[in-house]
């Protein structure tokens, strides 16, 4: 039996990605609905399986993980707490450093 972890998007990672959507919205016009469609997806698999991301390599929180969503070239970064998985951030790939955390 696959436990089901409830998933919240923290204000910071909202924030983040509804610019994300919005910038995709209006610049990517063959698919402007592309970053809600694959992190939603990808929010149903971590769910699930939240071991699948790759852990941070961050001093400061060693529960940090990111999944990268190929298509939008964006990461989920998340951390499991008990029955939950907490989204932190929502975070481009070219941005050449990691978001705080």
Known sequence: M???????????????IEQ????????RPAAPGAIRVDLEGALK??????GIGTKVENGRNVDVRRLYLT????????????KTLDVIAFWHERRGSEPSL
């Open 2 to 16: 696959t436990l089901t972890l409830q998933v919240v998007v923290k204000p910071r990672a909202v924030r983040q």
């Open 71 to 82: 298509r939008v070239r964006y990461f989920i970064y998340y951390r499991v707490t008990g």
């Open 45 to 50: 698999v971590l769910a699930e399986h939240p």
């Open 20 to 27: 994300a959507a919005e910038w995709w919205g209006s610049n």
